[in-house]
């Protein structure tokens, strides 16, 4: 059963911390999507890659976030410095790419920095 | 620019009754309309699209949506409600003019509670 990997599930980490969040795409898709759930903001995109290259990451604060890909089975998203206000849940998506077709979600890595 | 507005925070029903989670959009072209579904500490769920074709879309779990392209809703619906339906829903729609995929667009979402 193909499915979206994302690790850590959880991630308690002190402000000021790196943290690093893994995201494993279903094979043979060549989209990601990395977003972000709160309670106030609903689900904001925070990156977009397709064949590894990053399409748009212009919802993603560029001073302490960032995505990569270093291969097609990997996505990061890395936060350094964290601070209280980056707690949510991340999300990865992954998808062919076509406009017609559906998105993947993972279980999510819910992140609290105290 | 495309949005989605979800106007209902919150929809109770009760069991055996008809659903309907609204869902309104706006795009400047062509339209891609998702649905999911969230049940609690899960990700997003696919239920539906509508791409093309037919307009009455049939999903996941019974569920079934009507687009109509002089109108913008894409409701969300259900003939008969079950308490396990109960979850955050969104609403989302893709939009774009070459055939290799923009970003989703996610409504506000609407949580779902069916009563027994």
């Known amino acids: 059963d193909a499915r979206v990997t994302q690790t850590p599930r959880h991630k308690v980490t002190e402000m000021g911390q790196e943290v690093t969040m893994r995201c494993q795409p279903i094979l043979g898709h060549n989209t990601v999507f990395w977003y972000r759930q709160t309670m106030m903001q609903g689900l904001e995109l925070l990156a977009y890659?397709?064949?590894?290259?990053?399409?748009?990451d212009s919802g993603m604060p560029k001073d302490r976030f960032s995505a990569e890909m270093p291969d097609a089975t990997l996505a990061t998203l890395k936060i350094q410095p964290s601070e209280p206000r980056d707690s949510a849940v991340y999300f990865c998506?992954?998808?062919?790419?076509?406009?017609?077709?559906?998105?993947?979600f993972g279980q999510g890595t819910r992140l609290t920095v105290v | 620019a495309q949005s989605v507005a979800q106007p209902e925070d919150q929809v109770n029903v009760a069991e055996g009754n008809p659903l309907t989670v609204k869902c309104t959009y706006s795009v400047s072209g062509n339209p891609y309309l998702f649905w999911y579904v969230q049940y609690p500490n899960r990700g997003l769920q696919f239920l539906l699209k509508y791409i093309t074709g037919d307009n009455l879309v049939k999903g996941s779990y019974g569920f079934e949506a009507e687009f109509n392209k002089s109108q913008t809703p894409f409701h969300l619906k259900k003939p008969s409600a079950l308490v396990s339906d109960s979850a955050l829903y969104f609403c989302?729609?893709?939009?774009?003019?070459?055939?290799?995929?923009?970003?989703?667009?996610f409504g506000p979402g609407t949580r779902l509670s069916v009563l027994p």
């Open positions: 998506a992954s998808g062919t790419g076509h406009m017609n077709t559906e998105a993947f």
């Open positions: 989302a729609v893709r939009e774009g003019s070459d055939n290799y995929g923009q970003n989703f667009v």
């Open positions: 890659f397709r064949n590894r290259a990053p399409l748009d």
